[in-house]
C-alpha cells in the first residue's frame, strides 16, 4: 500500500472537456440524440443513439426481454397512474415525473391509475408473487405503458429502466427536443441478489450530505439497493455522537492532507438515511472498531491504554491504531456509540470493520469482537464485518464482506468460506475487482494500486457466486463496490473512478449468470456515454470500450 500522500493534480483533460460539455444549463438539444460517426458491435465504436432504444440495451440488462409492436411516445399529455391508496406508490410517482420533467417540459400530472389510460401506469399487484421483493413488468405499447411490481421497490427499480429506454437526453436539466420513445415489448426482471451495495469513505475525506445524495442517484440509476457508509477512520469521526461529543468537534476536524474535515449532525445524517430511503436503499453504518481509530483515540485519552490521546492523524498508512482491548471503558464508548447510531438508523446491518488491525494482537482481536458482536445484537442490528472477523467465530447471522484478492493467502481466503459454511452470509467486494479506488492503469492519476491496476474489464468479468472457493453459493448475499478516498477529494474525484466501473458490478448484483459477457456489455457501457454526459458525470474513457465518436 503506498503511503505517499497524493498532491492536487488537474482532472486528465478528457474528462474535463466531458464535464464542459455536459452541464447543467446546456439548453440545446443534446448532440447524442442522432446522426455521427457509428461502429459497431465488433470491438469499434457503438452506433450513435438511436430514436428508439431497442428494449433492454440498458444497464443493469434485463432478466427477460421480448420486443414487440410500436413504441410509445410520451407527449405534453402523458399522464402518470398510480395506485391512489399507496403513499408509496404516489412518491415514486411523483419521483419519475421529476425526472422526466426538466428534460421533457411535460406537466406529467399524477392522476389515479384508471384516468392515465394511454399514459405510464405504476400500477402494484401484491399477489404478483413472481416478482420477489424488487423485481417488475414493463410493458410498452403505442397505447400505454404499464410497470406493474409487487412492492414500491420494485416500481422504483422499474422506473430505473423506463428512464433509461428514453434517449439520454432526458437526463438534461433544461429542455430537450424530443421525440420521447420507449420501444414497444414486455421486460420482466428481477435480481439476482438481495444485496447490492455500493460504499462511500467519507472519513479519509469528507462528503457533505448534498454530495452523499448525488452519489445515492448515481446508485439508483443502477439499480443499487445498499449504501455503505465508512463514517470512522483514523482521520476523520463523521457521525455525531451525543455521549462522546469530542468524537466530532475534536475527532471530525480533519481529514487525510489536513484538510477541515467535517461531520454529520444527527438530523443530517437522518436526511441522508431518508433521502436514501426515497430512493429505496438502505443504509448501512459503519463504525471501524478495533483498529482505524486515531480520530477516536486522539478525542478521548481515556480510550489509551496508555491513557496519553495522540495527535489527529492525517497520513495514509494503515493499521496504526487501536482501542485498548483490557479497559472497561471501550466497552462503555462502543456500547454508547451503536446504541446511538443503531437508534438513528431504520436499516437492519451495522457494520463493525474489524479490518487491518495490526496493532491489536490476535488474543485481543479475539477478546474484543466476542464483546462487541453482541452488542449489536442487543440493539436489534445484525453484525457485518469485514472478512477479518473470521478470525473470531462471527455471531450468528452476522455478514461478512470478503475483500481478499487473486494473491490473498489460501488460509485465509479457507477461512472465510469455512465461515460461509458455517452460516455467515457473504459480501463480496475482492479488492482487485471491485474497489473503485484502485487505478485503471498505473497512468491513472487518481487511486491506489495495492491490489493491482483494475481496468473496466477486470472490474466486469468476474462470478459472486463462484468466486470464493468452498464457499456454498447460497451464502452469497451479493455484492459492494466500496470507494475509498485517500485519495479523492472532490465529486469529480469520486465519478473519474466510479465510472464507468459501478455500472458493471451494478450489473453483477443484478442479472442473470447466463447474461453475462463483456463482448454485449461493453457495448451497451458505451451507449451510457451520453447519459453520463447529461448528468455531469466525467467518466474514465477506457479503451477497452467502444465509446460513441471515437
Ligand atoms: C484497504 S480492505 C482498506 C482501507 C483502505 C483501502 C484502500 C479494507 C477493509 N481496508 O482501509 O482505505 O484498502 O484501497
Not at 83 to 112: N, Q
Not at 151 to 172: C, D, I, W, Y
Not at 340 to 365: K, M, N, Q, V, W
Amino acid at each position: 500500500m503506498p503511503v505517499s500522500q497524493r498532491r492536487r493534480i488537474p482532472r486528465l483533460i478528457g474528462s474535463l472537456l466531458l464535464v464542459a460539455t455536459a452541464g447543467v444549463g446546456c439548453g440545446e438539444a443534446s448532440a447524442d440524440s442522432g446522426g455521427g460517426d457509428s461502429r459497431g458491435a465488433d470491438g469499434k465504436a457503438a452506433a450513435a443513439e438511436p430514436e428508439v432504444r431497442p428494449l433492454g440495451r440498458i444497464i443493469p440488462v434485463p432478466a427477460s426481454v421480448t420486443p414487440e409492436g410500436e413504441p410509445y411516445t410520451l407527449t405534453h399529455a402523458t399522464r402518470i397512474g398510480i395506485d391512489e391508496t399507496s403513499r408509496e406508490s404516489r412518491a415514486v410517482g411523483r419521483y419519475l415525473a421529476g425526472l422526466l420533467r426538466p428534460s421533457t417540459g411535460f406537466p406529467l400530472h399524477i392522476v389515479d391509475e384508471d384516468a392515465a389510460r394511454g399514459g405510464i401506469r405504476l400500477r402494484l399487484d401484491r399477489e404478483d408473487t413472481g416478482l420477489g421483493d424488487e423485481g417488475y413488468r414493463l410493458h410498452s405499447a403505442p397505447d400505454g405503458v404499464t410497470l406493474t411490481a409487487r412492492t414500491p421497490a420494485g416500481l422504483f427499480r422499474g422506473v430505473q429502466t423506463l428512464r433509461q429506454q428514453l434517449p439520454s437526453a432526458v437526463e438534461r436539466r433544461t429542455v430537450q427536443q424530443g421525440p420521447w420513445k420507449i420501444a414497444g415489448g414486455t421486460i420482466t426482471d428481477t435480481p439476482r441478489y438481495a444485496y447490492r451495495g455500493a460504499m462511500l469513505d467519507v472519513a479519509r475525506h469528507f462528503f457533505t450530505v448534498d454530495e452523499v445524495k448525488r452519489f445515492i442517484d448515481q446508485l439508483a440509476l443502477y439499480k443499487i439497493n445498499t449504501l455503505h457508509l465508512h463514517l470512522s477512520d483514523d482521520q476523520g469521526w463523521r457521525i455525531a455522537v451525543d455521549s462522546w461529543p469530542r468524537l466530532t468537534t475534536h475527532g471530525g476536524s480533519t481529514e487525510v492532507g489536513g484538510g477541515p474535515g467535517g461531520f454529520y449532525t444527527k438530523e443530517q445524517y437522518k436526511e441522508i438515511v431518508r433521502y436514501a430511503a426515497s430512493r429505496y436503499q438502505e443504509v448501512v453504518p459503519e463504525i471501524d472498531v478495533p483498529g482505524h481509530t486515531f480520530a477516536a483515540l486522539s478525542s478521548y485519552a481515556e480510550l489509551n491504554c496508555d491513557g496519553v490521546a495522540p495527535p489527529l492523524y492525517t497520513g495514509i498508512k494503515v493499521g496504526l491504531s487501536s482501542l485498548c482491548v483490557p479497559k472497561d471503558v471501550t466497552y462503555d464508548f462502543v456500547d454508547d456509540v451503536i446504541r446511538e447510531i443503531a437508534a438513528l438508523t431504520p436499516g437492519r446491518f451495522l457494520h463493525i470493520g474489524g479490518d487491518e488491525a495490526h496493532s491489536t494482537s490476535h488474543a485481543d482481536y479475539v477478546t474484543f469482537m466476542d464483546k462487541v458482536q453482541p452488542l449489536v445484537g442487543k440493539y436489534g442490528k445484525t453484525v457485518v464485518g469485514w472478512h477479518q472477523l473470521t478470525g473470531t467465530k462471527p455471531v450468528e447471522g452476522a455478514l461478512v464482506q470478503y475483500w481478499g484478492l487473486d494473491r490473498t493467502p489460501l488460509a485465509e481466503k479457507e477461512r472465510v468460506a469455512a465461515a460461509a459454511r458455517d452460516g455467515a452470509g457473504l459480501i463480496l467486494s475482492p479488492a482487485d475487482r471491485s474497489y473503485l479506488d484502485m487505478k485503471y492503469t498505473k497512468d491513472t492519476e487518481l487511486g491506489l494500486a495495492w491490489a493491482g491496476t483494475v481496468e473496466v474489464r477486470r472490474s466486469y468479468d468476474w462470478d459472486p457466486a463462484t468466486y470464493l472457493a468452498g464457499a456454498p453459493e447460497s451464502a452469497v448475499r451479493g455484492i459492494e463496490a466500496p470507494l475509498w478516498t485517500e485519495t479523492l477529494a472532490t465529486t469529480d474525484d469520486l465519478d473519474v473512478m466510479a465510472f464507468p466501473r459501478l455500472p458493471g458490478l451494478a450489473e453483477l448484483g443484478w442479472s442473470p449468470a447466463e447474461t453475462h459477457d463483456w463482448d454485449t456489455y461493453k457495448v451497451r457501457l458505451a451507449e451510457q456515454a451520453p447519459r453520463f454526459d447529461a448528468l455531469g458525470i466525467g467518466y474514465y474513457r477506457s479503451p477497452q470500450v467502444p465509446w460513441p465518436g471515437e
